[in-house]
């Protein structure tokens, strides 16, 4: 019998990292590098009404550490928006000195592990719709890394029972409701989109609680003996206002 899970999906999700060619900007006169900033606000501004009219969301972050400098999160309601966008970035004059060192394409998921049973239409249901169509939270950090659950040997999620892994979840999602309102998390699926399984961004006011989350889970079963991760990025938001002092030298 198959038991694969059934998943609610929402808005398509970009994560896309860009490095800064710093000494290439460096030799743009000031009135050009001026121009390139009003043009990519200008873009921001196009997102920013975009998410107020709810039909999609976005976030800035600065990544700390060498993999990247920037995380541009993008989320709509078709992967062809997010094509766009992705396009229209690209023939920006700004991105030109932004090079691009990774990126992650998903749909924001929910599984129906912990779901009651009900009649009603879940996608009907203001808190479903709320996560999957989130309006990205302002909070001050950012963790995002893709990760497998593991096929191997004894160690098989994919050949465990519902009923187990229904379980096993129940587990994992007392742990992650310990840090209700100090972690927000999105779980976004990408099986046949991307390299990884899934992808989990974090957001948090305080930093170091993504490192406490993410330790107490790696003693939970499910991550335990289950979980493999890809690489870690973590940052700092960008604001909007600030994204001038940020490209000034
Ligand atoms: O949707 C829900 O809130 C119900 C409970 C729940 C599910 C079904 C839940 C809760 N998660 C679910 C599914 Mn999760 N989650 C991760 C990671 O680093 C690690 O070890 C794992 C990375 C974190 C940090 C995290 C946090 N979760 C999933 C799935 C899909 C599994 C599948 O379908 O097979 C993955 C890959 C995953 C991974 N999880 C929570 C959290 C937190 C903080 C919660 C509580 C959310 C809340 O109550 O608001």
């Not at 191997?152 to 379980?167: A, F, S, V």
């Amino acid at each position: 019998m198959n038991e694969a899970a059934k998943t609610l999906d929402g808005w398509y999700v970009l994560h896309d990292f860009r490095k800064i060619d710093w000494n290439s900007w460096k030799t743009v006169s000031a009135s050009e590098r001026e121009q390139m900033l009003n043009e990519f606000e200008a873009l921001v501004s196009k997102w920013e009404g975009t998410e107020k009219a709810g039909k999609g969301s976005h976030a800035l972050y600065s990544i700390v550490g060498q993999k990247a400098d920037i995380m541009i999160m993008l989320l709509r309601p078709t992967m062809e928006e997010l094509n766009e966008i992705e396009n229209a970035f690209n023939k920006s004059g700004l991105a030109a000195y932004m090079i691009p060192t990774y990126s992650y394409v998903s749909v924001v998921e929910l599984s129906n592990y912990l779901a009651g049973d009900s009649d009603e239409d879940p996608y009907e249901n203001p808190y479903v719709r709320s996560r999957l169509y989130p309006e990205l939270p302002r909070w001050k950090h950012v963790c995002f890394y893709p990760m497998d659950k593991r096929r191997e040997g004894n160690d098989n999620w994919y050949m465990l029972p519902m009923e187990e892994r229904k379980n096993l979840m129940r587990s994992h999602g007392m742990i992650g409701r310990g840090y209700a309102g100090v972690v927000k998390q999105i779980i976004s699926g990408s099986v046949g989109f991307d390299d990884w399984e899934w992808g989990v961004t974090l957001f948090s006011d305080d930093v170091l609680q993504f490192k406490k989350l993410v330790y107490e889970m790696r003693f939970d079963e499910v991550s335990a003996r289950y979980g493999e991760f890809g690489s870690f990025y973590v940052g700092n938001i960008l604001e909007k206002e600030r994204i001038p002092a940020y490209f000034h030298i």
